[in-house]
């Protein structure tokens, strides 16, 4: 599965331990993949789409009940 261009939040300041996302498009179809701080090379999450934007929703749900 290749990924597309990786995207950190707009949230993120320079130098802070944020998360990147991509889409992924393989031999299955379209995919998700979550990359911790330490850089796309190392891949932490790699979900379909179903599954990965039911991730996304609860991570932002999340992030709002603070």
Do not use: H
């Amino acid at each position: 599965m290749t990924a597309s261009a990786w995207q950190r939040s707009s949230c993120c300041a320079q130098g802070e331990a944020c998360p990147s996302v991509a889409v992924a498009r393989g031999a299955r179809g379209k995919g998700i993949r979550v990359a911790g701080s330490a850089g796309p090379a190392r891949t932490t999450l790699a979900t379909g789409p179903v599954t990965g934007a039911t991730f996304l929703r609860s991570v932002k749900e999340s992030d709002s009940d603070d």
